[in-house]
């Protein structure tokens, strides 16, 4: 007969438990919206971080999106500004499609541009929480290969 000892599994398990309850704990600090585009005729859901917020003072605040969409074999490019208050809703939404000869008013250019240098610094911010989970990841990954060689049945 094989005997396993229970112990080294029940703290796999433990583990596993463990690192689901922090990863649910980090997504909290993301929130799922949905809004309608009229572009697209769709309902659109956009994920917006909890941090967002951090240093704003005046609300509803525009959050400028882009993004493609194909209608009829026809690629577009949607501008969208939502204006979001902040409790994270979405108050009002400005849709555009973006063309060759589309002319932006100079607020909008202002508002594009801060969006994307606030977008890269929160990619930035992703990339070094991302390369720490990756790292711990790799860890548990090298604590489960020992646990597992160790569980093996001795004949
Ligand atoms: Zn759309």
Known sequence: MKYINLFPKIKVFLNIYLYFSYMVEENNEIVTKRYICKICNSTHSI????????????????????????????????????????NLEIRHTEIQEIVDDNLFSKSQVVEMTKTLFEENERLREDVAILTKELNKLKRLKAFYKRILLRLKPVN
């Open 47 to 86: 994920k917006i971080n909890k941090d967002l917020l951090k240093g704003k003072t005046k609300f509803p605040f525009p959050y400028v999106i882009l993004h493609d969409s194909i209608i009829k074999n026809e690629l577009k490019e949607v501008l969208t500004i939502l204006y979001v208050d902040n």
